[in-house]
């Protein structure tokens, strides 16, 4: 909710409320051995991550990351508890118990990070239209610039206005027969 409170109103059972000290900007559910979701976290707008139980929506852990709001959140392993976590200013951390120091700043991306994926030991960023691919280390595997792409469809639809706008003034320029079939008003 826009006042901080995060709801749990299961299928069956009691609804769950709890207010968090700043607005949630992205939350992540995780399956539990059982195949329930029994865990959420939960990135704010102060760089804060929290892990709530569910349904009860206890605190399990907080975390507080460097970067501002919290864009993304995805889970390194569900049995391990670690998770990465990106901010607003495209800085990405390991977050969790078993972290040293609980937080570990890994790299920062050239920009705001809209998504964030991990695909094996492969993090994939994704920030607006374009996406990079990097190692653990920080280190660039693979770059996907999705503007050229964009810039080739414009410039696609540029040419097709261009060549409608054309026939259009030429079937103004030909000549209209009169229509002598009309009324006249006075």
Do not use: C
């Not at 769950?16 to 000290?21: A, D, P, T, Y």
């Not at 976290?41 to 605190?59: C, F, K, N, Q, Y």
């Not at 609980?102 to 990070?113: A, D, N, Y």
């Amino acid at each position: 909710m826009d006042d901080g409170a995060i709801v749990w109103r299961p299928s069956h059972g009691n609804r769950s409320q709890i207010k968090l000290e700043a607005i949630a900007t992205v939350l992540l559910a995780l399956k539990g051995p059982t195949g329930h979701y029994d865990i959420v976290a939960i990135g704010d707008s102060t760089g804060g991550v929290t892990l709530l139980s569910l349904p009860r929506l206890e605190t399990i852990e907080k975390f507080s990351i460097d970067g501002g709001i919290v864009r993304s959140i995805t889970a390194v392993s569900n049995s391990v508890g670690k998770y990465l976590a990106a901010t607003q200013d495209g800085s990405v951390w390991v977050i969790g118990a078993e972290v040293p120091g609980r937080t570990l700043h890994l790299f920062t991306h050239s920009g705001p990070i809209t998504s964030l994926r991990l695909i094996g030991e492969s993090i994939i960023i994704q920030s607006g239209w374009n996406r990079r691919t990097y190692d653990w280390t920080g280190a660039t595997t693979n770059d996907y610039d999705g503007t050229k792409q964009y810039l080739v469809k414009a410039k696609k639809r540029a040419n097709r206005r261009a060549r409608i706008l054309e026939s259009e003034q030429r079937r103004i320029k030909q000549n209209q027969p009169l229509m002598l079939d009309l009324p006249a008003l006075s």
